[in-house]
Structures are given as C-alpha cells and as structure tokens.
C-alpha cells in the first residue's frame, strides 16, 4: 500500500512540474495544485499505521493523529492559495487580454506606454 502512494504521489508531483514548465497561467496554477496535492499524500502515506483510535489509552498501536492534521491543514492552505492564485490570474487575464506568459513581457509594456500616455495627456489638459 506504501508503495502505491509513493508512486501515486510521485505521478502527481511529476505531473505538477510537468504544468508549471507550461507557457499558460492556468497550466502553472494546476500544477501548483497538484504539487501540493502530491505533499498531502506523501504526508498521509508516511503515517500509514494501523492502530487504535489516540483517544483511548491502550497497550495497544496508536494511530498518530499529527500528520492527520498536517494533512488537513495544508489542504486548507493550499485551497486558499489556489483561490488568491487563480483571482490574480483572472486579474491579469482581464487586464492584458492573455494569459501566455511570453505575450504578458509585450502586453505589460504596452500596456505600461499606454498609461504613461494617459498620464501625459491628463496633464496637458490640466495646464
């Protein structure tokens, strides 16, 4: 069972790396959610124990109830920064019209021209 989660997680960790090399922001994004996804498994499968529930003291093997919440929390952080990343790429897509990332060196100067001109005007106007 070890086995099968440490490939699975090595799947979804070569997957994450495979979409971050991409030229698309929403590409990058799902593979730093499948990064992260791959840190959650590694976390859940280093801690496969089978054992009595932590609250009832025994003799017996205890399942470690730490990397259970380990597990849960980065997934809570790692929702919330998939929803921050995803806002910003939605932010960028709406503001430069792309989401490639070599067109967004082009677009961001353009774009930056663009707002010197509306600079340069709006203070002719005011003199």
């Not at 124990?49 to 980065?74: H, M, N, S, W, Y």
Request: no cysteine.
């Amino acid at each position: 069972m070890n086995l099968a989660i440490a490939g699975t997680a090595a799947l979804l960790f070569g997957s994450g790396a495979y979409l971050l090399l991409q030229h698309e922001l929403v590409r990058v994004s799902a593979g730093i959610v499948l990064i992260s996804q791959s840190a959650v498994l590694m976390i859940i499968g280093s801690s496969l124990i089978r054992g009595e529930a932590p609250i009832v003291p025994a003799d017996k093997t205890v399942a470690d109830p730490v990397p259970q919440a380990l597990a849960l929390t980065a997934l809570v952080i790692g929702l919330a920064t998939v929803a921050l990343l995803l806002a910003l790429v939605n932010r960028v897509t709406t503001v430069f019209r792309t989401a490639r990332i070599n067109e967004l060196t082009t677009s961001e100067a353009a774009y930056e021209r663009k707002l010197a001109d509306q600079r340069r005007l709006d203070r002719d106007e005011a003199t």
